[in-house]
């Protein structure tokens, strides 16, 4: 999520702008149509890798990885999907009725939220993965 956080981020909401009015709802009602199966899929699947690890902090704890980590990234998920459906989400839908500046100059501006949040989850992530392949945390294989 990460890395399709960024592109969204730095080249798809920027370039809403660009669109023109004439055909900007029909725009954002085909970018809503296509970008949630993908985005949604994804949201799910580490939602419940999330709840999976949240499951097995005995285990990565017993090897060496701090219980903070799992705790933190589930933290982090549920602020990017407050986020979303808090702001986003309804952004969104009032880009639909029509390009609205202000509108689309706050769904660039909240959107850093979850572009910050995947990001620090990435990091957490390849840190627990090398801590899980036996890496420098003093626990491991």
Same mark, same amino acid.
């Given at each position: 999520?990460?890395?399709?956080?960024?592109?969204?981020?730095?080249?798809?909401?920027?370039? !809403?702008?660009? =669109?023109?009015?004439?055909? !900007?709802?029909?725009?954002?009602?085909?970018?809503?149509?296509?970008?949630?199966?993908? =985005?949604?899929?994804?949201?799910?699947?580490?939602? /419940?890798?999330?709840?999976?690890?949240?499951?097995?902090? &005995?285990?990565?704890? /017993?090897?060496?990885?701090?219980?903070? =980590?799992? =705790?933190?990234?589930a933290v982090l998920l549920a602020a990017i999907w407050l986020s979303?459906?808090?702001?986003?989400?309804?952004?969104?839908?009032?880009?639909?009725?029509? !390009?609205?500046?202000?509108?689309?100059?706050?769904?660039?501006?909240?959107?850093?939220?979850?572009?910050? &949040?995947?990001?620090?989850?990435? /990091?957490?992530?390849?840190?627990?993965?090398?801590?899980?392949?036996? &890496?420098?945390?003093?626990g491991g294989r």
């Amino acid at each position: 999520m990460a890395g399709v956080i960024w592109i969204i981020q730095v080249v798809h909401y920027p370039l !809403f702008g660009m =669109v023109g009015a004439d055909g !900007f709802a029909a725009y954002e009602r085909s970018h809503a149509s296509r970008i949630t199966p993908v =985005v949604g899929t994804a949201m799910l699947i580490e939602a /419940a890798c999330t709840g999976l690890l949240l499951l097995a902090m &005995g285990e990565l704890a /017993a090897r060496g990885i701090p219980r903070w =980590v799992p =705790v933190a990234g589930a933290v982090l998920l549920a602020a990017i999907w407050l986020s979303t459906f808090a702001m986003q989400v309804p952004l969104h839908g009032q880009l639909a009725q029509g !390009f609205d500046e202000a509108a689309h100059a706050a769904l660039v501006r909240s959107n850093w939220i979850r572009t910050i &949040g995947w990001s620090l989850r990435a /990091a957490l992530a390849a840190w627990l993965l090398v801590a899980w392949m036996g &890496g420098s945390t003093g626990g491991g294989r």
